[in-house]
């Protein structure tokens, strides 16, 4: 498969002392102010300023769409983002394939994957974030199909040994694939279809 496995992707996570996989509600229901998780989320007796900074952090962490997440857009250089301090480490694979982590709000939440120096995927193991239509990691398959309707659909790759759900937005896709131990969505990447979709359907690893 295209995309590293879910225990590979884990793997890394922890390594890189990321967040453990959790599944939290939709953006509109967390809590924006007092203490959430550990910080300050609105409200602060000492620095107002600091926590409406650290909110807005914790907000821009939440979506995942085909253009991207946060400032990780797809398209954009990795030598642009490294210099910007925005990438932590990196993995080069195959065919001009490097995976990366990243730093910031965003650490924990996404893996990159750049193709000829250019970002060509996102991918999450956590929710948040969650897709614009709100779906994401921990979901069932069957709830993505109530969300999206017959804008997306169950596939299979062409070896016929995995499935995952394809949503298309163009010429770029996001797609859901299953998790290792229990049902439903274990991991969700978004990009080009010529990179994405292609890739799971050809079950290749770059």
């Known amino acids: 498969m295209h995309r590293l496995s879910y225990t590979v992707v884990t793997a890394l996570l922890v390594t890189a002392g990321l967040m453990p996989i959790t599944v939290a509600a ?4 967390a809590p924006r102010s007092g203490v959430a998780g550990g910080h300050l989320t609105g409200r602060s007796g000492g620095n107002p ?3 409406a900074g650290d909110t807005a952090d914790r907000d821009e962490a939440r979506l995942i769409s085909v253009r991207g997440a946060g400032p990780f857009r797809i398209g954009a250089g990795l030598a642009r983002l490294s210099a910007a301090g925005l990438v932590d480490w990196v993995a080069p694979d195959c065919d001009g394939v490097v995976r990366a982590g990243v730093t910031g709000a965003w650490a924990g939440k996404v893996l990159l994957v750049f193709r000829d120096g250019r970002l060509v995927e996102v991918g999450t ?3 948040p ?3 614009p239509a709100g779906a994401g990691v921990g979901m069932s398959f069957a709830a993505l199909e109530e969300i999206y309707g017959p804008r997306g659909s169950m596939i299979r790759n062409d070896a016929g040994d995995a499935s995952a759900y394809l949503v298309r937005i163009g010429s770029r896709v996001e797609l859901f694939t299953g998790h290792p131990i229990r049902p439903g969505v274990g991991y969700l990447q978004v990009g080009p279809a010529a990179f994405v979709e292609r890739h799971f ?3 290749t690893s770059c």
Do not use: E
């Not at 939709?26 to 229901?29: D, G, L, M, T």
């Open 26 to 29: 939709p953006a509109a229901a």
């Open 49 to 51: 300023g600091a926590a």
């Open 125 to 127: 193991a956590t929710a």
């Open 129 to 131: 974030p969650r897709t």
């Open 201 to 203: 359907r050809q079950s």
